[in-house]
């Protein structure tokens, strides 16, 4: 894209660079619309620009003029978005225009290419380098978008911050919904000494067109379909009503032969692999996509990848349509007008609505996008019963109308009538003081009172808030200086009055916040202990988000099987449910860190401002030698694998990142790399996606990638290629066998080897209910506890070959260790399959 701008004067660099944006622009069949030309001119002039145009409107080309602009100027600059997804999406988009050497990822868990010019990143990270660095970081410029997140109440400091910190950067900052920003523009050009510049206006490339209908949603998608307003993107607030729509709109018959021909064309190769990829590839078949947070990555890019191509009808998703997620469609239908924000059912925000509804309508395609909302259900059914009466009176005065049920949010035609001519909520700041937000100014060389002083007292807030602020920021500072982690030094000669005692992570404030506090308990466990490698699990379990549906379905198990064990001891209902109210999901060794982490804090007093939260998932996994397709089974968790895995990431990085070599036993070394395997084996899109793009010549290549992420494996398409790992799946394969046989549940083990009887495998599989009957003649219990887990009681040979000899023996109550399983793990069919794959098994009493 860039010419060589060696010799160009400099009174001709400008002209130079815009006409090689332009021919580049031309080259694509692209003509700029004059809001883009407007605000590309402004930033190559220097301006801070503030784009608000209407969604569709082309802002992601201005955000490219911006790349380009830096790059000429060999400037670095970062792209910024509200969620991972979405950097992951801008990340390839970017990779795909300037090339994959020239860009790089940052999202806190994971970096890419750090280094490259061009850097895609979440707003907590550029705000925690502009809280470290100051002005003198290395960031010249920030193009922000969806800059609407500014009022977000947990996440807008960090769109503040940077315009703060920063004022050597140009600032592009982008967003449909964004209100009167006159005192933003001010407030901009006050700080960084460059002309901001508005570009914003109404007028939409593709006009909308609003219904509110009074039809139930299967025939509102009859009549639009038969219209010609596909492709449709049907709105739900709750990723179950999203899948559940999907899956009751197979019977529709909405593409043609061909269609489904080319749609299996696009699918290619593609992997179906876990439990709701079974049910998507059914779906995607027929024309219907599924997009929403809880999906797997793959599974969302593969929807979107589809949808891009127009073979996909209908997309059931969520909200996150509103986040600039990339699907072109033409028509939004919105099931509903009120959403659960986390805290209470409410109507949506302006603001939402439109970024909603701003979807709708692709330029260079449509003429016209359509918005279409539905009228909630009673209001629908009141709608039949009068279309039922007719005109007779007596019918008509007999109706008895439904109304909404008790405490259910509702909306009306007046409501949506409200929605589509309101303006969007004016921005309002979030600024927050907080511990570590003190510690990263700190950690800033220069005169660590002065820049907090001036955050304090610079940001965004009232003269009554900043006071507010600043008193807080005294009382956690003494908690700091009283701990020992900052000091007073008044004789710096760098006029640092008060510095840092010790180095802190530099993204301490980002991951896990509280890993200082789980190394330092890893020093209260026993090494001899036969929970150890467990224990040292669940310390760092502790500390990471949580997999809110887990949690709950693992809670709704344990509830279950008490009110079963309780009602077969006789006790009566009402005692049985007051019993369960104390029954919740595993939570291995919480009184000990929670003892532990008052004695911390005492010594740590930031770490106040984060809460630990004891669980069980790889430990569980452990416990049951479980895959991550039966995690997701045994607690029926198949509309959140997304969820689940970005949890095992987030605990294979911590754990594979944080754990000291003193700590770190063999056995906890294999399950790491087990972790690892399993992650990847789910969804390795990040790195296909990157081997795809990046050339072997470029600076950046595969190997370099694996080694940013740390998965470190010879061959990332093969299941066998990290040995280590692979040896505890079949493992892991083996125990699940055992604990099934044990619990007398026939149904899963024949599922486990079915394939033994199909036509790709010669082999047979055990006759389970027999084998049953034979092992518990002789023995009242197969005993499953952690020494059955144990290398006593699993043999491995064969190793260096592609087919590996297995002998598993159950651990009886006697210690006779007759009955085994004997097993041929077949390496290159695990291969093909993705997971672990036998030639043949048999169970032997010996």
Not at 407 to 428: C, D, I, N, Q, Y
């Amino acid at each position: 894209m860039l010419p060589d701008l060696a010799d160009v004067p400099e009174s001709l660099f400008d002209e130079v660079v815009w006409d090689a944006f332009t021919a580049w622009t031309r080259e694509r069949g692209i003509t700029l619309y004059p809001a883009q030309e407007e605000a590309s001119l402004a930033l190559l002039t220097g301006d801070n620009v503030i784009l608000a145009t209407p969604t569709g409107s082309g802002k992601s080309m201005v955000a490219n003029a911006a790349h380009f602009i830096a790059m000429a100027r060999g400037q670095r600059t970062f792209y910024t978005a509200p969620i991972k997804a979405l950097v992951s999406e801008k990340f390839f988009a970017l990779c795909e225009i300037f090339g994959a050497e020239n860009v790089g990822m940052m999202t806190g868990d994971a970096t890419v290419n750090g280094n490259a010019p061009i850097i895609a990143a979440t707003a907590e990270i550029v705000a925690n380098i502009a809280l470290r660095e100051g002005k003198n970081a290395s960031i010249d410029q920030v193009v922000m978008d969806e800059f609407h997140y500014y009022s977000e109440p947990d996440r807008g400091w960090a769109w503040q911050v940077p315009l703060l910190e920063l004022p050597k950067a140009q600032f592009l900052l982008m967003s449909a919904t964004l209100g009167d920003t006159k005192w933003l523009e001010d407030d901009l050009t006050a700080r960084t000494g460059r002309t901001t510049t508005y570009v914003g206006g109404s007028q939409r490339p593709v006009p909308l067109d609003f219904h509110y209908v009074f039809t139930p949603v299967h025939e509102t998608l009859e009549e639009l379909i038969d219209g010609g307003k596909a492709p449709i993107y049907v709105v739900h607030f709750s990723q179950r009503e999203a899948t559940e729509r999907a899956q009751a709109l197979t019977s529709m018959s909405l593409v043609t032969a061909e269609e489904k021909k080319r749609i299996a064309e696009e699918i290619g190769d593609f992997r179906f692999t876990t439990t709701f990829g079974k049910t998507l590839s059914g779906l995607v078949r027929r024309g219907i996509g599924v997009h929403h947070a809880g999906m797997l990555p793959k599974y969302r890019r593969l929807v979107e990848k589809l949808s891009q191509t127009g073979l996909l009808k209908i997309i059931c998703g969520t909200d996150t349509l509103g986040v600039g997620i990339n699907v072109p469609i033409r028509t939004v239908l919105m099931t509903g007008l009120a959403k659960y924000d986390g805290t209470r059912q409410r109507i949506v925000k302006s603001r939402e609505f439109h970024q909603i509804a701003g979807r709708a309508g692709r330029a260079g395609y449509d003429t016209e996008g359509t918005v279409v909302v539905e009228a909630p259900e009673h209001e629908i059914e009141n709608v039949k019963l009068r279309r039922k009466a007719g005109d007779d009176p007596k019918k008509l005065k007999k109706i008895r109308k439904k109304s909404a049920r008790d405490g259910e949010v509702s909306w009306s035609e007046k409501t949506f009538e409200r929605l589509t001519t309101a303006e969007p909520e004016e921005l309002t700041s979030q600024f927050r003081v907080s511990n570590s937000m003190l510690l990263n100014v700190v950690a800033r060389p220069g005169d660590g009172y002065e820049h907090v002083k001036g955050l304090l007292r610079g940001n965004h807030d009232s003269r009554a808030k900043q006071n507010r602020d600043i008193l807080t920021a005294v009382e956690l500072f003494r908690g700091l200086i009283t701990a020992g982690v900052v000091e007073r030094t008044p004789d710096s000669p760098a006029m640092r009055p008060y510095t840092l005692t010790r180095e802190l992570d530099r993204d301490f404030a980002l991951n896990q916040p509280l890993s200082p506090f789980a190394l330092a308990f890893l020093s209260v466990l026993d090494p001899e202990s036969e929970t150890y490698t467990l224990d040292v699990i669940s310390t760092f379990e502790a500390i990471l988000d949580d997999p809110r549906q887990l949690l709950q379905a693992q809670q709704s198990a344990a509830r279950g099987e008490e009110i079963a064990a309780l009602k077969a001891d006789g006790v009566d209902y009402t005692e049985r449910m007051a019993l369960i109210e104390d029954v919740t999901y595993p939570k291995p060794l919480e009184p000990e860190l929670e003892e532990a982490l008052d004695t911390f804090t005492q010594g740590n007093p930031w770490a106040k401002e984060f809460e630990l939260s004891p669980k069980s998932v790889v430990r569980d996994m452990i416990e049951h030698a479980m895959t991550f397709s039966d995690l997701i089974a045994t607690y029926g968790l198949a509309r959140s694998e997304g969820v689940i895995l970005r949890y095992l990431t987030d605990a294979w990085r911590t754990l594979s990142h944080s754990i000291p070599e003193a700590y770190l036993s063999e056995e906890l070394a294999d399950i790491i790399a087990w972790l690892g395997e399993l992650v990847r084996q789910v969804d390795s899109s990040l790195i296909d996606e990157w081997a795809h793009m990046a050339d072997e010549n470029l600076p950046i290549t595969q190997e370099a990638l694996e080694r940013e992420l740390a998965f470190g494996i010879e061959d990332p398409s093969a299941l066998t290629a990290n040995r280590r790992a692979f040896r505890v799946m079949v493992r892991n394969y083996f125990f699940r066998l055992v604990e099934l046989f044990a619990l007398e549940k026939e149904d899963q083990l024949e599922d486990m080897v079915s394939y033994l009887d199909t036509d790709d495998y010669p082999g047979r599989a055990p006759d389970w209910p027999a084998e049953m009957d034979q092992y518990f003649e002789e023995y009242d219990d197969l005993i499953i506890d952690a020494d059955a887990r144990g290398p006593e009681y699993f043999r491995l040979t064969g190793e260096g070959g592609r087919e590996w000899s297995v002998v598993q023996i159950f651990k009886d109550p006697e210690g006779d260790n007759a009955f085994q399983l004997h097993g041929v793990v077949d390496l290159d069919a695990s291969d093909a399959a993705g997971e672990v794959r036998l030639s043949r098994l048999e169970l032997k009493k010996v």
